[in-house]
């Protein structure tokens, strides 16, 4: 599933070719995403001139003067500018035309979502109780360890809730978590201050070391461009199960947390 990094990659990478431009057209072509496209979207965005190319958590906001596109990309979408001219593929469900180029959400397993927003985007159901973004000054050990005290709930469960804190997807969690030294299952409220300022500075090293590497490539995470991300060769821990630890050379376990996999270094990682 693309999370933070690789939406924030695909936000940089389509913005240059959208802000600005007026929509010629906008083509459904399956209708069928997470929730049904809405019948006369296509007449709510012809003719309409794009603003700005925001992100919120993993939803990328199109921009209008009018309202807001909302767009996840689900488990497998993508996002690609092409000539306007180019084959539709068998799982290309939408093209937003800009003149000669169009924007193409590529979806082979239709969890993405497009959903049209006439109001201020952060008053949408989807966004309005979503915690503060990570890489903003909002997000800092201080916020984190309110939170952390206020629960009883394993750590790595914490920073993955996104009204705590967005975008911290599984793959950062367990990165992060070991950068800082916290063992993933800790429990929220037995974890000092100091320890939570390390952990929020972890967070977002990790976050925008991915994003300056375009993302992590895990099956479908494309950029906008077609090329993969390469933070994945860069990972300390996720999906290294039973290989030294990068710090100590104990080996790296594998287990289950709140039903997601689960690395950390049993001699690091306290």
């Known amino acids: 599933m693309p999370e933070?990094?690789?939406?924030?990659?695909?936000?940089?990478?389509?913005?240059?070719?959208?802000?600005?431009r007026t929509v010629t057209t906008a083509i459904v072509r399956d209708a069928r995403l997470r929730w049904p496209?809405?019948?006369?979207?296509?007449?709510?965005?012809?003719?309409?001139?794009?603003?700005?190319?925001?992100r919120r958590a993993k939803y990328l906001l199109l921009e209008f003067a009018e309202g807001t596109l909302l767009v996840h990309l689900g488990m497998s979408g993508s996002l690609r500018v092409l000539p306007a001219t180019t084959p539709p593929g068998k799982h290309d469900h939408f093209d937003l035309v800009v003149g000669e180029h169009c924007l193409r959400l590529r979806d082979p397993r239709r969890f993405g979502a497009l959903l049209?927003?006439?109001?201020?985007?952060?008053?949408?159901p989807r966004l309005a109780a979503l915690g503060p973004e990570p890489l903003s000054e909002a997000f800092e050990g201080s916020m984190l360890a309110a939170?952390?005290?206020?629960?009883?709930?394993?750590?790595?469960?914490?920073?993955?809730?996104a009204k705590v804190v967005v975008g911290v997807g599984n793959i950062y969690?367990?990165?992060?978590?070991?950068r800082a030294g916290i063992h993933p299952a800790r429990r929220s409220d037995r974890i000092g201050p100091a320890r939570y300022e390390r952990l929020a500075t972890?967070?977002?090293?990790?976050?925008?070391?991915?994003?300056?590497?375009?993302?992590?490539?895990?099956?479908?995470?494309?950029?906008?461009?077609?090329?993969?991300?390469?933070?994945?060769?860069?990972?300390?821990?996720?999906?290294r199960g039973g290989e030294p630890c990068p710090a100590c050379d104990a080996s790296l376990l594998e287990t289950r947390l709140a039903q997601r996999s689960t690395f950390y270094c049993p001699r690091c990682q306290r």
């Open 147 to 161: 939170a952390g005290r206020s629960r009883r709930v394993a750590i790595k469960a914490l920073i993955m809730d």
């Open 4 to 20: 933070l990094p690789e939406v924030e990659t695909t936000r940089r990478g389509i913005a240059p070719h959208l802000v600005g």
């Open 202 to 239: 972890e967070i977002k090293a990790v976050l925008a070391e991915a994003i300056a590497q375009g993302g992590t490539t895990l099956r479908d995470f494309q950029r906008e461009d077609g090329r993969p991300g390469y933070f994945r060769i860069q990972l300390k821990v996720y999906g």
């Open 116 to 124: 049209w927003w006439p109001r201020q985007p952060r008053e949408h």
């Open 37 to 54: 496209v809405q019948a006369d979207l296509p007449q709510r965005l012809a003719g309409r001139t794009i603003q700005a190319v925001g």
């Open 173 to 178: 969690a367990n990165e992060a978590l070991f």
